[in-house]
């Protein structure tokens, strides 16, 4: 039986959650670890009772599905491998198509509201909060819709001002008093992520 451990990594919107994550992995090794983002689990837009997605609001915890990723790290966590849904931007709806994900020694879990949850943070056996300031992270946030999400300015502009900077306010930056080391500067903290690296190497070993 794999022995794992359950790493959260939150932060805002654009924090460099990700960046943060790839150096890790890359520093542990990819036969190790196993990701799971909380972005997988938005709730499919026709649970939201005919809302359109411009009505809805994406950064409150509701309009994730945290129970599944509860259930889905606890069946991690007790090896056994999952259905990880997958999630279209775009359209705001979940994918036919699921990935199969088996257990693996670091289980690394990263989303914004990850620490918001109660239940969901007692899983953690690390919690590091990646601290970036806003205004580097809502010109991440803007390149990221931009490219990746065909989201257009306004749009981005107005979700950022609706919901976006209420919710971080109400319950991403509150959460950041959960975690067990909080990183700065997002993925430039070279010598913060190199710690992570060695305190996340030490949980393997004890293992």
Same mark, same amino acid.
């Given at each position: ?11 805002? =919107?654009?924090?460099?959650?990700? =960046? ?12 190790? $670890?196993?990701?799971? @983002? ?6 499919? #837009? ?5 809302? =359109?997605? @411009? ?13 599944? #990723?509860?259930?889905? %790290? ?13 999630? @279209? ?9 699921? #990935?199969?994900?088996?257990?693996? *020694? ?28 806003? @205004?580097?992270? %809502? ?7 931009? +490219?990746?999400?065909?989201?257009? +300015? ?9 919901? $976006? ?29 190199? *710690? ?12």
């Amino acid at each position: 039986m794999i022995k794992t451990y359950v790493v959260g990594i939150a932060g805002g =919107t654009g924090s460099g959650k990700t =960046t943060v994550t790839d150096n890790i992995v890359a520093g542990i090794g990819h036969d190790h $670890v196993v990701i799971i @983002d909380h972005d997988s689990y938005y709730r499919d #837009l026709d649970t939201f009772g005919g809302l =359109t997605p @411009d009505q809805i609001n994406y950064d409150h915890p509701s309009s994730l599905d945290t129970e599944m #990723l509860i259930e889905h %790290i606890i069946m991690l966590k007790n090896n056994k491998p999952i259905n990880k849904p997958l999630y @279209d931007f775009t359209t705001h709806r979940r994918k036919k198509e699921t #990935l199969y994900i088996e257990p693996k *020694t670091i289980i690394i879990v990263d989303g914004i509201l990850i620490f918001a949850e109660e239940k969901l943070r007692e899983l953690f056996d690390l919690k590091i909060f990646v601290d970036t300031d806003a @205004d580097e992270r %809502i010109i991440r946030r803007i390149k990221r819709d931009l +490219l990746e999400r065909g989201r257009s +300015l306004e749009s981005i502009i107005d979700q950022y001002l609706n919901t $976006v900077k209420p919710m971080h306010l109400q319950f991403v930056e509150p959460s950041k008093r959960w975690a067990d080391i909080i990183i700065p500067q997002g993925g430039n903290n070279k010598i913060a992520i190199d *710690t992570m690296i060695s305190k996340i190497k030490s949980m393997i070993n004890k293992g």
